[in-house]
């Protein structure tokens, strides 16, 4: 009798006790893989525009050193007369 009362003790223990801690952690874990793949994939997005931004810059720049010194007078002067608002001095 004894040894039966340790076993539904040890029973009643996994069932409130331990079975909802692993599915705990587990959940847990489970939301922090997911929030890690939703910052990954939106970090992702981010470079890639910036990395976008800085070809679309390169290109302009190679187009300026290849250019001709009258061409590339002529577009810093026109790039001059532009007034960009958004542009910090």
């Given at each position: 009798m004894d040894q039966e009362f340790f076993i539904a003790i040890f029973g009643a223990a996994c069932i409130f006790i331990l079975m909802p801690t692993i599915i705990g952690y587990f959940s847990l874990q489970e939301k922090k893989l997911k929030l890690?793949?939703?910052?990954?994939?939106?970090?992702?997005?981010?470079?890639?525009?910036?990395?976008?931004?800085?070809?679309?810059?390169?290109?302009?720049?190679?187009?300026?050193?290849?250019?001709?010194?009258?061409?590339?007078?002529?577009?810093?002067d026109r790039l001059g007369r532009i007034e960009t608002p958004n542009r910090p001095i």
């Open positions: 890690q793949r939703e910052l990954a994939q939106s970090g992702g997005a981010a470079v890639q525009k910036e990395v976008e931004d800085l070809r679309v810059r390169v290109a302009v720049l190679e187009k300026l050193v290849t250019d001709g010194d009258r061409t590339l007078a002529s577009e810093i």
